[in-house]
């Protein structure tokens, strides 16, 4: 069974940046599909980005486009999303999700595996 672990969640202000980590453990990440979604209290979970298993695919949401990069290193086996300019909406738990899935509606798509989530929290 793939389990994934995020980390780099935070406390950052207001324009400052973070990048998440998303690792797996005991097998590697490298035939997935990796996709970011977040839930901020009391919303509905949202997609964030997604990255084919290749890399050579990647999605964002409108509301992060320009400021996340998602990006994957196939020999380490995990996927990071490097986050600029961040603002107080973007305050959530950040969980990454595995899958054997496209990224054109990623949002929408099951996945088969979820990690326990790493916390961002943006305020000065």
């Known amino acids: 069974q793939l389990q994934l672990v995020e980390s780099g969640g935070g406390l950052v202000q207001p324009g400052g940046s973070l990048r998440l980590s998303c690792e797996a453990s005991?097998?590697?990440?490298?035939?997935?599909?990796i996709a970011w979604f977040r839930q901020a209290p009391g919303k509905e979970r949202e997609g964030v980005s997604c990255?084919?298993?290749?890399?050579?695919?990647?999605n964002y949401a409108d509301s992060v486009k320009g400021r996340f990069t998602i990006s994957r290193e196939i020999a380490k086996s995990t996927v990071d999303l490097e986050m600029n300019s961040l603002k107080s909406e973007d305050t959530a738990v950040y969980y990454c999700a595995a899958g054997d899935n496209p990224c054109s509606d990623f949002e929408v798509r099951p996945w088969d595996y979820w990690g326990q989530g790493t916390l961002v929290t943006v305020s000065s």
């Open positions: 990255i084919s298993s290749t890399g050579g695919s990647t």
């Open positions: 005991a097998f590697t990440l490298a035939y997935y599909a």
